[in-house]
């Protein structure tokens, strides 16, 4: 994991559960806990990609001027190159996880998306062969 946070590429999610989140993340997607301030907030590393789990009592999570409370959802997702598409489904289909769609086949690849525990979109996309 690169030391410095420049390196890294960060990306937000606002999350119901930090722990779950964490928990998630890093049993079923092979992120690592980078650190942890829980309930409020943790971040977790995959390669050069932090990902920022955001609850509802972090600063992130305060209202808007206008009112509007920061939530979790969306479609919007950070996106895992996986090998072999198949099996991924089936891995986390057997651990009880929840998908918004089957995997649809383009001339690019196949893709699915993940939601975390939060409803946060996570697709995983297996390039076509060449």
Same mark, same amino acid.
Request: hydrophobic share 40%.
């Given at each position: 994991? #690169? =030391?410095?946070?420049? =390196? ?10 930090? =722990? @779950?989140?964490? !928990?998630?993340?890093?049993?079923h997607l092979g992120f690592a806990l980078r650190t942890s301030a829980a309930p409020a907030f943790a971040d977790v590393t995959r390669g050069r990609l932090r990902l920022l789990l955001s609850g509802p009592r972090?600063?992130?999570?305060? #209202?808007?001027? !206008?009112?509007?409370? #920061? @939530?979790? /959802? ?34 690019? /690849? ?21």
């Amino acid at each position: 994991m #690169p =030391d410095d946070l420049m =390196d890294l590429v960060s990306v937000r999610y606002m999350v119901d559960d930090v =722990d @779950a989140a964490v !928990d998630f993340y890093t049993k079923h997607l092979g992120f690592a806990l980078r650190t942890s301030a829980a309930p409020a907030f943790a971040d977790v590393t995959r390669g050069r990609l932090r990902l920022l789990l955001s609850g509802p009592r972090s600063s992130a999570g305060r #209202p808007m001027p !206008d009112g509007a409370v #920061p @939530a979790p /959802g969306g479609w919007n997702r950070i996106h895992l190159i996986v090998s072999d598409i198949a099996a991924e489904v089936d891995r986390l289909r057997t651990a009880g996880l929840t998908f918004r769609n089957d995997i649809v086949k383009g001339p690019g /690849g196949q893709q699915i998306l993940l939601e975390d525990p939060s409803g946060n979109v996570i697709e995983l996309f297996q390039p076509a062969s060449e």
